[in-house]
């Protein structure tokens, strides 16, 4: 990559090179803008180094649209395994050669008194007149309290340092936490011929495929993935909802956790600490198993709207019936003595202590209009929900590196106005 160390004054200050930094850097470049990319890792580096190693997309790769690469490849409807997407993320930085520092950590942002920023990092001070902060919202793994509690002998990690069912200890494992990652990570372990117990929670479920077409086909033909989160039914509250599960593997299909007790899996309710060596789980297995498959029926069912709505030609499907029901006397509780390992899979926090503006919320959240603060100059991109459930994946990237690119661009021409916020649905 291009290394410009010498020059410490510039335009823009990208900070973060996954897609979304890499997706502003292609614009800014197109506009002949003055940035940087400076990169804590190495370009890309949540896709090569926080993912395990049967990690796919669980969206087909028709959706990997970044500025300027649209997915060429043979399979649009199927799923990029980890080293694709790594390929596919490796393609598009040497389609336009991107200015970037690696290996360079950014320690502080602050405004300085003429309105320019101040960007400390590893390498020393770096001057802009606009700064970007594209790292995204998942910054601090979480790990409850009580982790530290665990017997010696059981090995623990977060679910972004697991990689594959080898690098555990031989002997049962428990996973806790049933978001996207807890989900596909329990399946890996199973498949794998492990024995794995199954914290549950209130994540919902969707289908991979109805009625002859992928999920989010269907979702995309009704226009869900440009509906403005300002628009959205939950608001802002979007944001905090966990992701729905399902896979890509082995060319997509459903995650019934249902299916998985059939074959064996041990199935819990939510996590709630560990006393003396036993893990507690609460009573509410069946209520999230149920909560789960409520979601997963009235998506399927907002379907059979929009076809009968169009007049469409789609094969019928019967609705889903539960395979297993938890017993009466389904366990609550669990004797870590017979656990050799536990993958935590309960999210990240944000962290943007490090950003000197009064822009954030009570919670330390960034406040922002589709990435644009309130301070003249700084923005944000990838953030979940920024705009649209795209913001922060391959989808939909490309319209709100865009949208800021109009805004930057604005900022920097004399006697410019900056565009007014949109909030109307895209067309």
């Known amino acids: 990559m291009p290394r410009e160390p010498n020059n410490k004054h510039y335009q823009v200050l990208i900070i973060g090179g996954g897609q979304a930094g890499l997706s502003l850097s292609y614009l800014l470049k197109q506009q002949g803008v003055s940035h940087l990319i400076l990169e804590k890792n190495r370009l890309g580096h949540a896709w090569r180094s926080e993912r395990w190693d049967s990690f796919c997309l669980v969206t087909p790769n028709w959706q990997c649209t970044l500025p300027g690469f649209a997915y060429q490849g043979d399979d649009p409807d199927g799923f990029m395994v980890k080293q694709q997407i790594v390929d596919y993320i490796d393609g598009y930085i040497a389609s336009f050669g991107p200015p970037v520092l690696e290996g360079v950590s950014v320690t502080g942002v ?19 007149e606009q700064v970007v902060i594209a790292v995204g919202g998942y910054h601090t793994p979480i790990l409850p309290a009580d982790a530290a509690q665990l017997p010696a002998g059981v090995a623990q990690l977060h679910s972004s340092d ?14 806790v936490g049933t978001g996207q990652s807890g989900c596909q990570i329990a399946e890996d372990l199973h498949l794998a011929g492990r024995r794995v117990h199954l914290c549950v929670g209130d994540a919902p479920r969707v289908a991979r495929r109805y009625r002859g077409k992928d999920v989010v086909k269907w979702l995309d033909d009704m226009a869900y993935y440009d509906l403005p989160v300002d628009k959205h039914p939950l ?8 992701n729905h599960y399902v896979t890509g593997r082995d060319g997509g299909r459903d995650i019934d956790l249902r299916k998985f007790a059939l ?28 909560g789960a498959d409520a979601v997963y029926l009235k998506i399927n ?8 709505r169009h007049g469409l030609d789609a094969p019928p499907e019967a609705p889903y019936a539960p395979l297993w029901q938890p ?25 943007f202590s490090w950003v000197d503006a009064p822009i954030f919320d009570q919670r330390g959240y960034p406040q922002h209009e589709r990435g644009v603060t309130a301070q003249q100059g700084l923005y944000f991109l990838g953030l979940p929900w920024q705009y649209t459930w795209g913001s922060g994946r391959f989808s939909g990237i490309a319209r709100d590196a865009a949208y800021l690119v109009e805004h930057i661009t604005a900022a920097a021409t004399p006697g410019s106005a900056a565009p007014a916020p949109a909030h109307e649905t895209p067309a």
């Open 110 to 128: 602050s405004r300085d008194a003429d309105g320019t920023y101040l960007v400390d990092t590893s390498a020393g001070a770096y001057h802009a």
């Open 162 to 175: 697991y990689l594959n069912p080898a690098q555990l200890p031989a002997g049962e494992v428990l996973v």
């Open 235 to 242: 608001g802002v509250g979007v944001r905090e909802k966990t």
């Open 263 to 290: 074959e064996g899996m041990q199935l819990y309710g939510r996590y709630e600490g560990l006393k003396d060596g036993v893990a507690h789980f609460g009573d509410d297995l069946q209520r999230n198993l149920d």
């Open 301 to 308: 069912a907002s379907i059979d709207q929009h076809i009968a």
């Open 327 to 351: 017993p009466a006397d389904a366990p609550t509780t669990l004797d870590m003595g017979r656990i050799s390992a536990v993958v935590w899979c309960i999210g990240f926090r944000t962290d």
